[in-house]
């Protein structure tokens, strides 16, 4: 069962354009990660989010953290091809003494030049 | 090498069947986990190593799952009597530590192994 969110499941913009991924949990994790995937490939870490409120930029990409720390947002501004991809949220959780992630169900972004 | 290796990276069976998979984590990496993704989707958990000691496999949909890394390196997945439902993305991931500093530690993930149940 996801426990994470997101928001839309599919987007297909033009180069140049700016588009939010939205990422809603239904509990509390201990951070927040975003991942990008590309075919045929595992998951990447772009960023780690840990303290409600946080904003973290990574170039042309903005990541914010809930108050709540239960939803998060990734920003990208001036979309170009090669940020073509599958988009993950993911909880981590420390209570096993290890970090156990859960992933989000997905945004898959195409960028037409 | 310097990632995480996987092979095979696609494997074809028949409904039944019996197949491995493997991962080599990254040299010196001692936590090691295992998922699961079906197309569009996210990974899903399947077990977590601790060196060779396998410390959570609630993940695993079915006993006829199993994983094991005897030396506490390799790893190597087995399905038996394969399922159409098993088709799906297999990804292997390793972590340096189990924790890390400030309590987060990066997992670096595989190519994963593409499974097809015919």
């Known amino acids: 069962t996801q426990l994470l969110e997101q928001s839309p499941q599919f987007l297909s913009i033009q180069e140049g354009e700016n588009l939010t991924v939205y990422c809603n949990s239904s509990?509390?994790?201990?951070?927040l990660q975003w991942y990008r995937q590309e075919p045929g490939e595992g998951p990447v870490l772009l960023v780690t989010?840990?303290?409600?409120?946080e904003v973290k930029k990574l170039k042309r990409l903005t990541f914010q953290f809930g108050d709540a720390r239960k939803d998060s947002s990734l920003h990208i501004t001036a979309a170009q091809p090669g940020d073509t991809g599958l988009y993950l949220c993911a909880g981590a959780d420390y209570s096993g003494g290890y970090q156990k992630v859960t992933f989000g169900t997905g945004t898959k972004l195409q960028v037409i030049p | 090498g310097a990632g995480v290796s996987q092979s095979p990276r696609y494997k074809v069976a028949k409904r039944g069947q019996d197949v491995a998979l493997r991962c080599d984590p990254i040299?010196?990496?001692?936590?090691l986990f295992w998922y699961q993704q079906a197309l569009g989707q996210g990974p899903e958990f399947l077990t977590y190593f601790q060196n060779e000691a396998q410390l959570d496999k609630s993940g695993l949909p079915s006993d006829r799952f199993f994983a094991e890394r005897p030396e506490g390196s390799v790893s190597t997945l087995k399905i038996q009597r394969t399922q159409q439902e098993d088709s799906a993305v297999y990804l292997c991931a390793s972590s340096l530590s189990k924790r890390g500093a400030g309590g987060y530690n990066e997992q670096f993930f595989g190519p994963g192994t593409r499974l097809t149940v015919l």
């Open positions: 509990s509390v994790f201990s951070s």
């Open positions: 040299s010196g990496h001692v936590s």
């Open positions: 989010v840990v303290t409600g409120g």
